[in-house]
């Protein structure tokens, strides 16, 4: 993998790059796979780069900062470009795009808000054609989030566990990121393999629950890869038991658009 500027930033750092123009992966129009806003018709704009390395990254492609970016029609690739791309050019692929019957354009990644400067003059102007923005995000960057907030209307936080990340703790630096995401439709999302130890999951559960007990949480299986193993019944049920210890709902949802085929 490619070390740019922004893979070479620690959690909870900011990429001090241009504020007119994205590092883009792809713009396409597919149903939500994961989380309770699952199924829902969204338009995705994936951007490039990541601060983190998890074992479980099912988009590796998009960790890349570097190559160009393509748009798809109905599952098509419809043009191709280099990056980076101005903001005038990402809203005039957007408003040409965004139908009526969406529910929200989906912001993933990479991880979007090491983009931070860009991406509030580009959702500052999103906003006025009346599309919610539905943010997906490794929640590592809490300083990042406080400036995009008013521009989101959702909010899917990952809750970043040790063994996924070579054993680097992350918990209260997410435990921050929360306290910033909570003043907005918000739920968390955390990724079990095979391998996960149970006592990592309690630990990150006690203390996001103890922030904001009411915040949905869904627990999804990890995707079969060749770095991955899901975990067996027997295990998700352990642990939707543990954090329904700290947390009202509670969910078990795989990725859906991975068993359907969708984009
Ligand atoms: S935060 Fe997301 S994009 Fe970055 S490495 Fe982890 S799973 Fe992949």
Redesign the pocket.
């Known amino acids: 993998m490619s070390r740019g500027p922004l893979s070479r930033l620690d959690p909870g750092e900011r990429f001090a790059g241009s504020r007119r123009s994205l590092l883009l992966h792809s713009i396409f129009t597919s149903f939500q796979g994961e989380g309770p806003f699952l199924g829902s018709y969204q338009l995705f704009l994936r951007l490039r780069g990541?601060n983190?390395?998890?074992r479980?990254?099912?988009?590796?492609e998009?960790?890349e900062e570097e190559g160009g970016f393509r748009v798809e029609l109905e599952g098509a690739t419809a043009e191709c470009g280099t990056n980076p791309v101005p903001i005038e050019v990402v809203e005039g692929w957007v408003s040409r795009l965004w139908e009526r019957v969406m529910h929200s354009m989906a912001l993933t990644?990479?991880?979007p808000l090491l983009q931070v400067d860009s991406l509030v003059a580009l959702l500052s102007r999103i906003v006025k054609h009346g599309i919610p923005v539905y943010l997906e995000t490794?929640g590592t960057l809490p300083g990042a989030l406080a400036e995009l907030l008013d521009l989101v209307e959702y909010i899917s936080m990952?809750v970043k566990l040790p063994s996924a990340l070579g054993g680097r703790d992350l918990l209260p630096l997410q435990v921050n990121f929360l306290q910033v995401a909570q003043k907005k439709d918000v739920f968390l999302k955390v990724v079990l393999e095979e391998s996960t130890p149970p006592e990592e999951l309690e630990r990150a559960c006690r203390f996001l629950g103890r922030e904001a007990p009411e915040v949905p949480l869904v627990i999804q299986p990890a995707s079969p890869s060749c770095e991955s193993k899901p975990p067996s019944f027997s295990q998700l049920l352990e642990a939707h038991r543990t954090a329904s210890k700290f947390f009202q709902q509670v969910r078990v949802i795989p990725q859906v658009h991975r068993l359907a085929g969708w984009v």
Request: proline share 6%.
């Open positions: 990541c983190l390395a998890c479980y990254c099912d988009t590796p998009a960790r990644g990479g991880e490794n990952d």
